[in-house]
């Protein structure tokens, strides 16, 4: 029997696009420790995460009961403008390794925000229309979550202001001027504009910022402003749900074709890809329906996984948020410059992080130099420009396809190509010119921060 030849690109149809998110948490046996409040530490209620968060999403954030939660109509319509995503089998790319492993990649960047983001910032912003709220704050990193959620609420009329990560603001103006074309105002963090960006200006003079301090900034000009509520675009339980999208749309294009994944790779940032690819499978893992290896790949600079400790802490700088309990470097830990910024968050989200700990999943951490070989070699086979971040899985991909090459071993290999990487040819160039570094913290500065974790 020949077998069926997979087509370069497996389109699902319109109609066969999810109705419904799955929501992994309620498949879990150990479910994801509460949120706690900063002040109290008691497990946040729905009432009072409603004050930061849209009403909806706060009880999206702690329902870990609902297996299946119905994706809204109006964001269906939305999904189809830039969904079903195409699941990619690499052939050249297996080719130029000559390995027997097949790979597949699921490709999230055919939007203009350039990335898998906009599945939740869809969602997002519908939730804080219904609520008839009149907008929305949020932090960006490296730009691509601002730039998702700018072209969200231009979609359902809603304000939008981004606090940025003063670097990245720097870096990437073409990022900012994305958003403001979008209509989102866009601020550079730390910022004047609030307490607790004028006090971590008092304290660090001349930061570059970060994500946990933009988070602050966000959070604090949500509950002061009328009518607004703060939004996030990764580490939250509700991302993760909005994000099973990809992956319920990946094994569908699967199932279709027969095919039998035995390894899913995907970048962890915050987790919201990686949670949202591998969901359906280890959904299927923890019923002991199916057995996968599921890799997550952080970058060597901020490695919250393979090199943080388990504990509650809190989700930003300034301490404003709720606590997660989650593999954590510690809120204060500002890692270097890394040019794959949307991975530069010193937690993880808590589903995964618990599912990590009960020995669900395995992490790797890589320094950024391998990781735009790995970048270069895929756009120059598959060309398609991959983002930083999404170069993380490429390069492990990459690595376990080789694995099989020395081990004549034809393993179905499957990972998340999240997004384009348009936006970050400084990095590309830094890289061409011999320029790049790898910062790795130390241990001192690991344990230094370690030492700042509350104790609960
Ligand atoms: C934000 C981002 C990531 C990392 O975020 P997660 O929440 O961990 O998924 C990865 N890739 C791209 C392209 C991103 O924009």
Partial sequence: MTEKKIPYKIYLEECEMPQVWYNLRADMQNKPAPLLDPQTKQPMTVKELSNVFCEELAKQELDDQTRFIPIPQEIQEFYKMFRPSPLMRAYRLEEKLQTPAKIYYKFEGNNTSGSHKLNSALAQAYYAKQQGLKGVTTETGAGQWG??????????????????????????????????????????????????????????????????????????????????????????????LHQSIIGLETKAALDKYGIKADIIIGCAGGGSNLGGLIAPFMGEKLRKEADYRIIAVEPASCP??????????????????????????????????????????????????????????????????????????????????????????????????????????AKTIVFGLTGTGYFDMYAYEKFHNGKMEDYIPTEEELQASFAKIPKI
Avoid: W
Wanted: glycine share 8%.
């Fill in 304 to 409: 919250s996984f393979t090199r943080g400790i388990y504990a509650y802490d809190y989700c930003d700088t300034g301490k404003v948020c709720p606590l997660s309990k989650m593999y954590t470097l510690g809120s204060g830990f500002i890692p270097a410059p890394n040019h794959a910024g949307g991975l530069r968050y010193h937690g993880m989200s808590s589903t995964l992080s618990q599912l990590y700990h009960d020995g669900y999943m395995e992490a790797v951490a890589v320094p950024q130099t391998t990781i735009f070989e790995s970048a270069e070699l895929f756009c120059r086979t598959e060309g398609i420009l991959p983002a930083p971040e999404s170069s993380h899985a490429i390069h492990v991909a990459i690595q376990e396809a080789l694995k099989c090459k020395e081990q004549n071993d």
């Fill in 147 to 240: 730039t998702a959620l700018s072209m969200a609420c231009s979609y359902f009329d809603l304000d939008c202001k981004v606090y940025m990560v003063k670097v990245s603001y720097e870096q990437k103006p073409f990022r900012r001027e994305v958003m403001r074309t979008y209509g989102a105002s866009v601020v550079p963090s730390p910022s004047t504009e609030t307490e607790v960006g004028r006090k971590i200006l008092a304290e660090h003079p001349g930061t570059t910022g970060s994500l946990g301090c933009a988070i602050s900034e966000a959070v604090e000009k949500a509950v002061t402003t009328e009518g607004y509520r703060y939004v996030l675009g990764s580490v939250l339980n509700q991302v993760l």
